[in-house]
């Protein structure tokens, strides 16, 4: 039995609920901290319902240090996996400051607080959209990072904080470095195949499958395609969809790695989670058509600002090191998606 401990920032979130789930089956004991500013505690609820397992919750802010010292000295935390964040594209564009604020800022207290009370793995997600436009259309850890919103720039300038606070730290502390896993997550989609957990999200939904389940369901009369004049075989954008509970096994493996020989001098290191393989948007409405047996009303539209044609995880790091690749299917996403949907129309509500 696992009787380690692990802070979950943004634990109530879409993807944090469902690493709450993964790491309680696994034995892990969890520590949530979030400010609620974008879920709802019944989504912890739900966890508990669904692992029998009871979690420890903390309404509160990561950019207030004294609720992060207080979390520290109450438990015995020994990893954090960092979550907590705003991640609307668009509304970065608008709000930039808060974004950077929230963001940067609250990563940097708490990176802070767990220097002050020593606790020195942290797993934190990151994203694709680092990448920005590289050179190819599979992108590779080492490829250099341009992103192309202020979303993406937050992310970009974390994982820069974190790999110089570790180079920091290694010369100084050879002793206890710091062992840093900056997971970059493609498109995570689905939800527990329970249908208790899943994607909640405010207002009309701007990503593609929360869209096509509203759809689905009747909430929303056509989903707009954006764009059939990309370079791709049927000219709809393509991306590497990634099963929600496939991604948070990802930091499972990674927290194991931390704990290896591979990390025992420390270290910082990016990994992609993605499957490797990308679907077009009439890839995705196809198949949702096809397992759900709803028909989807769509219609092209114009491109959207922003949008890349084409791009997917070249995945074969996060094999070789972490021990992780994808075992869901497409149809899995696409099934868990809709078991969600159905059971809570309303979301959380
Ligand atoms: P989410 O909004 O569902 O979850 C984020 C959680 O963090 C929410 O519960 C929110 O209330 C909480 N939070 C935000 N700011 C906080 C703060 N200052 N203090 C305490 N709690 C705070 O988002 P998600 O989809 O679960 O994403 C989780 C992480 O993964 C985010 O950092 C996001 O940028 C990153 N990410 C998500 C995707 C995606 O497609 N969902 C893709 C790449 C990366
Ligand atoms: C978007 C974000 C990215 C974030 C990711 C999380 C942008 C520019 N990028 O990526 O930073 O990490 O969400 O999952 O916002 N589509 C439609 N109609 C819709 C919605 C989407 O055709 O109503 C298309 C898009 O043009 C794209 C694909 O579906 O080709 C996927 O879109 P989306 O789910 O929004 O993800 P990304 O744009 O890849």
């Known amino acids: 039995m696992n009787s380690q401990t692990v802070l979950v920032t943004?634990?109530?979130?879409y993807i944090g609920s469902h690493a709450c789930v993964e790491l309680l089956q696994a034995g892990f004991n969890v520590v949530v901290v979030d400010n609620l500013c974008n879920s709802k505690s019944e989504a912890l609820a739900r966890v508990q319902q669904i692992t029998g397992k009871t979690l420890q919750f903390y309404q509160a802010d990561i950019r207030d240090p004294l609720a992060l010292a207080n979390i520290f000295e109450q438990e015995a935390i020994d990893t954090v996996i960092h979550f907590a964040g705003l991640k609307a594209v668009g509304e970065s564009c608008q709000q930039p400051l808060r974004y950077y604020e929230n963001n940067v800022y609250g990563s940097m207290v708490l990176i802070e607080a767990m220097?002050?009370?020593n606790v020195k793995q942290l797993v934190f997600s990151s994203s694709a959209t680092v990448y920005g436009e590289p050179p190819s259309v599979q992108y590779v850890e080492h490829f250099p990072l341009s992103p192309i919103n202020p979303y993406g720039r937050t992310k970009a300038m974390i994982e820069?904080?974190?790999r110089d606070v570790s180079a920091a730290d290694q010369l100084v502390k050879p002793e206890n470095p710091w062992k840093i896993a900056l997971l970059r997550y493609f498109n995570p989609i689905g939800a527990h195949a329970s249908g208790l957990i899943g994607e909640d999200p405010n207002g009309i939904p701007n990503n593609l499958m929360p869209y096509v389940s509203q759809v689905a369901i009747g909430k929303l009369a056509q989903l707009s395609v954006f764009g059939d004049d990309y370079p791709t075989p049927d000219g709809t954008g393509i991306r590497d969809y990634i099963h929600v509970v496939d991604l948070v096994?990802?930091?499972?493996?990674?927290?194991?790695?931390?704990q290896s020989d591979k990390f025992a001098a420390g270290g910082c290191q990016a990994y992609n989670l993605g499957a490797g393989k990308g679907y077009s948007v009439l890839d995705m409405v196809k198949a949702f058509e096809r397992v759900t047996g709803q028909t989807i009303n769509y219609k092209i539209a114009p491109r959207r600002a922003g949008d890349l044609a084409e791009f997917f995880a070249d995945p074969s790091l996060a094999l070789q090191e972490l021990d992780w690749q994808v075992e869901k299917t497409l149809d899995d996403m696409v099934a868990d998606t809709w078991a969600w949907q159905t059971k809570n129309p309303q979301g959380y509500q």
């Open 249 to 258: 096994k990802g930091h499972i493996k990674a927290i194991t790695a931390l």
């Open 160 to 162: 820069d904080m974190l």
């Open 115 to 117: 220097q002050q009370a």
């Open 10 to 13: 943004g634990g109530a979130g």
